[in-house]
């Protein structure tokens, strides 16, 4: 009969076991070379406090990447960080994506009770540019979409184009598919559901997707707010720049506001 001692392994001794335990946490000085990575990215600054948020966000990537120490995961950052492939995933994995459809709906009220009677009668303008920077997953894209395309009998003849901008391609590319689930469409008004959203066919599967037609009035394209210009996005007659700022120190909300005034149509030089 064997010997059950001759099976005896020593549970302390980890050479035994394929091992794939993280076991360092994030130091200050991780904590400190990520944060000024992400600032001179994205321009948000992370206070120390934001330690525990940041090392927990970054957990699941570095597991993915088989990296076990957050200094290892600095170097593939900075190594890889001329094709911007890593820093496109930090940037996806730390930034909040809070966003609803008629989120604020007095400005979409202004939109077209004012701005829209603005440049149709006064400055008789009848193609009109809208860009949502910071667009998300498109939801105010779309809502702009919807109280336009509802109140364009008005304005005969009148126009219009939006475009969608976020520094997050996943983001994007969920604005540019134009499918939201149930939950995501309730703050949509029940006639606009009607005439602006089609479910899908399968009535187990609870997605709505925007029709073609405000699709086509639409556009989507990465940018980073913090690019020195945004020559490559072209003017604009109204812009919307929600719930963005707040995240900026206000050396880098001034320099934002100066480039966004700049991308504005001047209507009294025309």
Known sequence: MMNTKDFKIDLMDKSN?????????????????????VTNELGIKMPPQKKTLLEARL????????LDSYEKYIKHLTKNNNDNEEITTLIDLITTNKTDFF?????????????????YNEIKKNSIN???????????VYTIAMVIEDKIKI?????????????????INSAVSAVYNESKIADIPFSYK??????????????????????????????????????EL???????????????????????ISKIFNSLNNFHNQ
């Open 17 to 37: 076991f394929k091992y794939n335990i993280f076991e360092r946490k994030m130091t200050d000085t991780d904590f400190d070379i990520i944060s000024k990575i």
């Open 234 to 256: 072209g003017v604009f007659d109204i812009i919307f720049c929600r719930n963005v700022m707040i995240y900026f120190d206000n050396p880098t909300q001034s320099k934002l």
């Open 103 to 119: 989120r604020e709906p007095k400005h979409f009220d202004i939109l077209v009770n004012e701005s829209l009677n603005y440049f």
């Open 59 to 66: 957990f699941k990537r570095l597991k993915e990447l088989n």
């Open 194 to 231: 009607k005439k602006f959203l089609m479910k899908h066919k399968n009535n187990e599967i609870k997605n709505y997707r925007i029709v073609p037609e405000l699709r086509a009035k639409t556009s989507f394209l990465k940018h980073n707010l913090m690019n020195e210009n945004y020559n």
């Open 155 to 171: 304005y005969p003849s009148m126009d219009y184009k939006i475009l969608g901008t976020d520094i997050s391609q996943r983001m």
């Open 130 to 140: 809208i860009w949502s920077a910071g667009c998300s997953s498109g939801e105010e």
